[in-house]
């Protein structure tokens, strides 16, 4: 485990990194989630009631091999029912935890979800139950896969950013409504569950960072002591090659792969989110951790040139076979609705496995909506009308208020019941979403 090494040195951690390097899968991992409300300190001042996957947030980091399966058995210890969705994991429908493939798990049941794992990457498990309450209480947790040619860094860690809105009197404030339009941020920061902690790094190491945002609403542009960083991977796993950044955005649901470091001995660099304005006004500098630098250590770190090949889905211009639109529209009650093509829980048309999809996800409101598509990668093709020079797979893309992002893929052959979303909860909640079915060809 790469969590827990023997002695806490640098060679400890080096040793237990390149021990966690895997053979390839193919056994069957086995995981006991049992959803509880348990006591969680989010800050030292005091314990709030929380709800967590055996008694920790985020849940326990569930660790894997391409090719493994992994079982995991949910037992419902909550007052009310709950599903689990494997954010970015390419299962089968059935497996997939919307109510719209399994009846949620009642208080006091179990359900045993049994995939195998297709693919290396940065992934996440949440609830997919009443999600802007549950989520921000606790419900979440990371899954890593390794393929067996990672890229070799000195020491690996898993970051799970989250926010959590807190009364004076240290409770989850209840949700009123209040938030609605641009989604509930909380009033303290979280990094794997603890408001602003203090990490370490030693001195002239360089560490591989995979960074998941799990927040409810808020985005994240994330940034080291403003130095710079190699971004080696995203939702969909390893990019071609290395990305030098200062900053990246995390929109709710992102995830990305760093290579962070080096740095020098007896640094202080602070690990924020920088202001982004996603149309619902901007505050300054976020903190989310302190880094501080250790003494020196040798570093055994390397980073290849090429990480993968990424095959292009088109090649040249492509017209869109299809246009999801997000709108915000006010009734005449003065609610605000959040529509995908004009209906809220979007009934979508089919489509066949094997036929390739050009989508236009279309942003006709004045606030950023992340677009997320369960159990199918996709590559980003243009935006705005602009090809994009950066080749990826994703699961989750933002789209800019006012802004175009056509989206290409091809169902593989997982017919059944899928749903895209706006991964902004309260959005979701409030049915910016589509359902619809994927079908063998004969069927269509
Ligand atoms: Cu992480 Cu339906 O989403
Ligand atoms: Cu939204």
Redo the contacts with the bound molecule.
């Keep these: 485990m790469i969590h827990a090494p023997s002695g806490d040195t640098p060679a400890a951690y080096q040793r237990a990194y390149r021990e966690a390097q895997p053979e390839p899968g193919g056994m069957v991992v086995r995981v006991n989630l049992e959803a509880r409300e348990s006591d969680w300190e989010f800050t030292s001042r005091r314990p709030t009631r929380a709800w967590t996957f055996n008694g920790q947030v985020p849940g326990p980091c569930i660790e894997a091999r391409v090719g493994d399966v992994l079982e995991v058995r949910l037992t419902n210890h909550l007052p009310e029912p709950t599903t689990l969705?494997w954010?970015g994991l390419r299962l089968p429908a059935a497996m997939d935890g919307t109510d719209m493939v399994q009846h949620p798990i009642p208080p006091g049941g179990t359900f045993t979800y049994r995939f195998t794992l297709l693919d290396a990457g940065t992934f996440w498990y949440?609830t997919?139950s009443n999600e802007p309450v549950q989520l921000e209480r606790g419900l979440y947790g990371a899954i890593i896969v390794r393929a067996p040619d990672e890229p070799l860094l000195d020491r690996e860690r898993v970051f799970v950013l989250s926010d959590v809105m807190l009364d004076a009197d240290g409770e989850v404030a209840p949700h009123d409504g209040a938030d609605r339009r641009g989604g509930r941020e909380g009033n303290v920061r979280l990094l794997n569950g603890t408001s602003e902690p203090e990490l370490m790094i030693w001195g002239g190491q360089v560490e591989r960072w995979r960074i998941i945002n799990a927040a409810g609403a808020r985005y994240v542009r994330l940034a080291i002591g403003r130095r710079p960083f190699r971004i080696l991977g995203t939702g969909g796993g390893l990019l071609e090659a290395p990305v030098v950044a200062r900053d990246v955005l995390l929109a709710p649901?992102e995830r990305v792969d760093l290579a962070v470091g080096p740095f020098e001995p007896g640094e202080l660099l602070s690990v924020v989110a920088e202001p982004y304005d996603r149309g619902v006004g901007q505050g300054g500098a976020e903190p989310f951790a302190t880094l501080r630098v250790g003494p020196a250590a040798p570093s055994a770190a390397s980073v290849r040139d090429v990480l993968r090949a990424i095959t292009p889905l088109v090649d040249g211009p492509t017209t869109a076979s299809r246009e999801v639109s997000f709108t915000e529209e006010v009734t005449v009650e003065g609610e605000v609705e959040f529509l995908v093509n004009g209906e809220r829980h979007h009934r979508a048309d089919p489509v066949t496995v094997g036929e390739l999809q050009i989508w236009d996800i279309v942003n006709a409101s004045a606030v950023d909506h992340p677009f997320?598509l369960?159990g199918f990668f996709f590559q980003v093709i243009e935006r705005n009308g602009v090809p994009t020079a950066l080749r990826s797979w994703e699961d989750t893309v933002n789209v800019p208020a006012g802004g175009r992002v056509r989206i290409a893929w091809v169902p593989d052959d997982r017919p059944g019941e899928w749903?895209y979303?706006c991964?902004i909860l309260e959005h979701h909640a409030a049915g910016m979403m589509a359902h619809f079915a994927v079908v063998r060809p004969s069927a269509a």
């Design positions: 969705h954010h949440h997919h649901g997320h369960h749903m979303h991964h």
